[in-house]
């Protein structure tokens, strides 16, 4: 497989959080993962034990795997070994995100994150 070097002169990233990478080279395999589950409700206490992973089928289903092998059939012309950058700016990165300056020959990331809000009946307000 042909390759190309990256050449990049600034990066600058606000937020790096959750299991989120930078790396900067080569890399045969990454596998980011990162499950969450956020719930805001409103004039109630509650624990994270309240609402369990195994609750929800978003974080049980089975995920469509895709062959790793896909072969397409294409024709390059190497112009540039090379690949100029002169800045990159992140305003930020989350939940099992990669920047990677380099090459990376195989990814398979997961990411699984259920947002919802239990609000009060008009009625319980009074």
Do not use: W
Request: aromatic letters at 8%.
């Amino acid at each position: 497989m042909y390759k190309r070097t990256s050449c990049v002169n600034q990066v600058k990233i606000n937020s790096l959080i959750l299991s989120s990478i930078f790396e900067i080279g080569d890399a045969e395999e990454a596998a980011p993962r990162s499950r969450a589950l956020a719930v805001q409700k409103e004039g109630a206490l509650f624990t994270d034990e309240d609402f369990p992973f195994s609750g929800f089928p978003v974080y049980t289903s089975e995920l469509p795997l895709f062959d790793k092998q896909l072969s397409i059939e294409q024709t390059r012309v190497p112009c540039d070994p090379y690949i100029h950058v002169d800045s990159v700016h992140i305003q930020g990165m989350s939940s099992a995100a990669i920047f990677q300056i380099g090459n990376l020959d195989h990814i398979d990331a997961e990411v699984r994150i259920k947002h919802f809000r239990i609000l009060k009946e008009m009625d319980d307000e009074q």
